[in-house]
C-alpha cells in the first residue's frame, strides 16, 4: 500500500472554494449538498444540485476528482433525503462518495455497485478490525482516519488493513471521536452528526460583562475574554472550564492542526492521501493553503523535503498556535 504519490484533498464549501481549490493546486475537493446529509450543514455553504454538476465538469477538465460527503446519520423512519442524495450524488459523476452510516453504505453498494465509496471519519474506525468490517461488507476502498492516531499506530493500520488512509493534514483540531461527540446537541438540541452543524451560529451569542466578553452557547457561557484578548468561537470542547478550583482549557486547547513537518513520516507509513480541513472557510484559506502544501508535497516527491515551514500558515491557525497533534503524541 506504500504509494509514492500523496494525493492532496482539499475543501469547498461553495462553488468559489471549488473553483480556487482546483486553481490552486487541489488532486482531490470534498464537498457536500445544502442540507442535513452533510456534516458542515451551516447557512450560505454548500452546493444545490446543479453547482454540485457545474463544479464537478469544472473539476473534471482540470483532470482533478470531487469526493461528496454524505457523512451525516440519517434519522430513524426517513431514511430518503440520505438515499437521494446517494443516488444523486452517483448520477453527477461523484469519484468516490464519502460515507459514515453502516445503512447508507449498504444502500450504496446495492444501489450503484460500481460507485467507489470511502468511509468517512464520522465512522471512528480507528483499529483494523473495524475498518476490515467496512472493506469486507461495503468494498470500502479508503478510510478517513481519526484525529487521535500516531504515526507509528497509522503505519501498522495501513499495513494491516489493506485500504487506502487518509489523514488530516491542517485546520481544526478535534479529538473526540468524531460521530460519537454529543457536546454540542447536548447544550443546542442540535446534533452535528444528524443535522450537521457543531456549535450552530443560531445558537451562538457574545455579551459584555464587567469588562470581559463572554462567549455562550445555547446559553452556556463557554469562556470569557480579557480585553483585547483574541476570542474564539463557542465551540464547547474549546471552552475554558472550572475542574478542581482551576480554570484552564478542560478539553482541548484553541490551536490547529499542521503536519507539513512531518509529511515525509506520513508518506513513509504508507499514507495515500492528506486532507486538509475548513468547509466552512473562505476561498483565500483554501487557496493559500492548497497552494503551501502543494508546493510541499512536490517538493518531498522530488527529494526536497522540510524547505517550507510549518509556520508559513499560522495566520490561518486558531490563536496563532500550530500542533502536530496526537500524530507524535506518546500516549500513557
Known amino acids: 500500500m506504500n504509494d509514492p504519490y500523496l494525493e492532496l484533498v482539499c475543501p469547498a464549501g461553495t462553488p468559489a472554494a471549488l ?3 482546483v486553481d490552486a493546486g487541489a488532486d482531490t475537493v470534498y464537498c ?20 454540485m454538476k457545474e463544479g464537478i465538469a469544472y473539476a473534471h477538465t482540470k483532470g482533478r476528482k470531487v469526493l461528496i460527503a454524505i457523512n451525516t446519520f440519517p434519522k430513524a423512519g426517513n431514511a430518503q433525503p440520505w438515499h437521494r442524495a446517494v443516488d444523486d450524488a452517483h448520477s453527477l459523476g461523484a469519484d468516490a462518495i464519502i460515507l459514515a452510516d453502516i445503512g447508507l453504505l449498504d444502500y450504496a453498494r446495492r444501489t450503484h455497485p ?9 465512522a471512528a474506525a480507528s483499529n483494523a478490525s473495524a475498518i476490515a468490517f467496512y472493506r469486507d461488507r461495503f468494498d470500502v476502498k479508503r478510510v478517513v482516519l481519526p484525529r487521535v492516531l500516531t504515526v507509528d499506530e497509522i503505519a501498522k493500520l495501513t499495513r494491516e488493513v489493506g485500504v487506502e488512509t487518509e489523514v488530516f493534514a491542517f485546520g481544526g483540531l478535534c479529538v473526540m471521536a468524531e460521530g460519537r461527540c454529543a457536546l454540542s446537541s447536548y447544550l443546542t438540541g442540535t446534533s452535528p452528526n444528524s443535522q450537521g452543524a457543531c456549535a450552530p ?19 452556556i457561557t463557554i469562556n470569557s475574554f480579557e480585553k483585547n484578548e ?14 478542581d478550583g482551576k480554570t484552564s482549557y478542560l478539553f482541548e486547547d484553541p490551536v490547529s492542526l499542521n503536519t507539513i513537518d512531518i509529511l515525509p513520516q506520513l508518506k513513509a507509513a504508507g499514507v495515500k492521501a492528506l486532507k486538509i480541513e475548513g468547509r466552512q472557510r473562505g476561498k483565500a484559506y483554501v487557496a493559500e493553503v492548497v497552494g503551501t502544501f502543494r508546493k510541499a508535497i512536490d517538493q518531498l516527491a522530488g527529494g526536497h523535503d522540510g524547505t517550507v515551514a510549518a509556520g508559513a500558515l499560522s495566520q490561518h491557525s486558531e490563536g496563532g498556535r500550530q500542533t502536530t497533534g496526537a500524530y507524535k503524541k506518546s500516549w500513557r
Do not use: I, W
Open 19 to 21: 473553483r480556487a481549490a
Open 230 to 243: 483574541p476570542a474564539g468561537y463557542p465551540t464547547p470542547c474549546k471552552g475554558r472550564f472550572v475542574a
Open 201 to 219: 451560529a443560531s445558537h451562538v451569542r457574545y455579551d459584555e460583562e464587567g469588562g470581559k466578553l463572554m462567549s455562550r452557547l445555547g446559553g
Open 32 to 51: 457536500g449538498f445544502r442540507d442535513e446529509t452533510n456534516a458542515r450543514n451551516f447557512p450560505g455553504l454548500n452546493f444545490d444540485r446543479r453547482e
Open 114 to 122: 460500481g460507485q467507489r465509496l470511502h468511509l468517512s471519519v464520522q
